[in-house]
């Protein structure tokens, strides 16, 4: 029934004499015919209990951080963690309870959980523990809060977040009077750290149904609270994502778009792959659409954008600052969503000039060849969600792809690609800021088409150059001046 790791921990626990059951994700996703994500144990076992059985049977266990006495049971290579069965006591904090009670009955612990589908236990011998009605309303795809959603929510300010991620990553429904709850707790955000909040963002994107979780995140009003922040060792409040809230309804060209703009950002979204970067910057990728400045009138009197890409980059680099994202990926998706509007026609000379053109935006050709890959998915999944007669535009898209990689493959775009290594540009020049500037020279040269990119040919245009005439003279007065 459980990995074999799982099984040696209810085993040893319950031949201690303590009841042990599985519980959570686990029950969940084993329901669903799933694999979990990992293994949670719910036991009367005491932490201390706990450690004592682990040191006895030679089983690495640690205490887990910030959680309140759950016990770490490292196991062939596997961790599972075991807590005490417990009651919470939630005070002023917007999350974290107050004070834990330890229980003695697994009934009482589930009734502390989130969702009913989270509020079930399997025993060692595989038989369902399921109070609240889990297993039905799994079967049904509902998520419904475990008893009076709006203490539940007024609780703990992350439920009505993790309401909306279960949603996305599952395609629940959340039951109405869960949803109604969510609308009404709305307020305790502004307690719950930014972080969070970020992460359950970050597993909406990710899920395969993110759009169904952006759905709730704005009718429940959450996309529009505010949240807690540290800058600078400040506290602070910050904006979630009013930003994606009000492309709602923002009408779009029909000439061109089939969608409102945020019916075309959440096709978007669901049709690119699940990575990071790129779900975010389908999601902000027409951030600015409708903004004033932004949105105007073209010669035909019809609605445009003007530039939204450009003040859409500035606006996600706001946004994924405040969030918290990590600034690699946020520079990739401010990067993304900048350069998402202009593409060259699929023809050697366009392609070659853009590639250059792009290129000191990253350090190598692994990188930029990364970052134009993406930048060619957004695209393809921008056309396909929502522009009006795309096949052209994608079949183009298609040829760019296959002559970018053919490009990438053969056209010098960095130093480092040329056939003379800084090295021995040094020994000519020696060591100094003009290897660099040579080498720059030199893959000019090369890409204007005036030097094949060869060893024996840029050795040769290296000794021409006014760098290795004045190394020469340099060279030639010190020792002229040591012989004095
Ligand atoms: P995942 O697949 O994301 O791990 P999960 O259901 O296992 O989903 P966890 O965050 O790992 O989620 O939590 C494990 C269990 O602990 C949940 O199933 C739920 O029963 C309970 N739980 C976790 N967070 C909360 C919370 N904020 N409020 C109430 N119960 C919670
Ligand atoms: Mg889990």
């Known amino acids: ?20 059951f599985v519980v959570g994700g686990a ?17 009367d076992a005491r932490p201390e209990e706990l450690l004592r059985l682990a040191q006895r049977f030679r089983l690495k266990a640690y205490p887990k951080g910030a959680a309140f006495g759950v016990i770490s049971f490292l196991v062939d290579g596997m961790e599972i963690e075991v807590a005490t069965f417990r009651a919470e006591v939630y005070g002023a904090d917007a999350h974290r309870p107050e004070k834990v009670d330890f229980l003695s009955r697994l009934e009482e612990d589930l009734a502390r959980r989130d969702f009913t589908v989270n509020a079930m236990a399997f025993d060692r011998q595989g038989q369902l523990h399921d109070p609240f009605g889990g297993r039905e309303d799994l079967s049904r795809g509902i998520l419904r809060a475990v008893g009076d959603p709006d203490e539940r929510f007024r609780e703990d300010a992350l ?11 599952y395609g629940f429904q959340v039951e109405e009077g869960t949803c109604a709850a969510i609308v009404r707790a709305r307020d305790r955000v502004a307690g719950l750290s930014v972080e969070r909040i970020r992460e359950e963002l970050e597993r909406i994107l990710l899920s395969p149904h993110p759009a169904r979780g952006f759905a709730l995140l704005r009718e429940t009003g959450l996309l529009s609270t505010r949240c807690r922040a540290r800058t600078a060792g400040k506290e602070e409040t910050v904006p979630v994502l009013p930003e994606l809230a009000r492309l709602y309804g923002v009408p779009q060209n029909p000439r061109y778009h089939a ?30 659409k409708g903004m004033p400045g932004v949105r105007t009138l073209n010669k035909r009197g019809e609605l445009a954008d ?30 993304l969503i900048r350069h998402h509007m202009t593409f060259p026609p699929a023809k050697e000379a366009n392609v070659v000039k853009w590639l250059r053109r792009l290129s000191p935006d990253f350090k190598d050709r692994e ?6 890959t993406q930048l060619l998915t957004l695209r393809e999944a921008d056309l396909r969600g929502g522009k009006v007669r795309p096949e052209e535009r994608l079949a183009e898209n298609e040829r760019l792809r296959v002559l970018v990689a053919d490009i ?13 290594s800084g090295r021995v540009v040094a020994r000519y020049l020696g060591e100094g800021p003009q290897v660099k500037r040579v080498l720059d ?20 245009a290296l000794t021409g150059t006014e760098s290795y005439k004045r190394f020469l003279v340099h060279k030639e007065n010190g020792r002229a001046r040591r012989r004095v």
């Open 1 to 20: 029934m459980f990995p074999v790791p799982v099984e040696k921990v209810l085993q040893l626990l319950e031949e201690s004499g303590f009841q042990a």
């Open 27 to 43: 029950v969940r996703d084993i329901l669903l015919g799933r694999a979990p994500r990992e293994y949670d144990v719910a036991t």
């Open 159 to 169: 439920r009505p977040f993790r309401a909306c991620r279960f949603a996305a990553e």
């Open 259 to 288: 969608y409102d703009v945020w019916e075309h950002t959440m096709r978007v979204v669901e049709l690119i792959p699940p990575d990071t970067a790129l779900r975010w910057a389908a999601l902000l990728h027409d951030i600015a």
């Open 306 to 335: 003007y530039r939204h890409e450009q003040v859409g980059s500035l606006m996600a680099k706001e946004i994924l600052g405040r969030l918290r994202v990590s600034t690699t990926c946020a520079r990739r998706v401010v990067w």
């Open 367 to 372: 990188e930029l060849a990364g970052a134009v």
């Open 408 to 420: 990438l493959m053969r056209v010098p775009l960095y130093p480092a690609d040329l056939a003379l």
């Open 441 to 460: 020279d030199l893959l000019q040269r090369v890409q204007e088409g005036s030097l094949p990119n060869e060893a024996e040919a840029l050795e040769k």
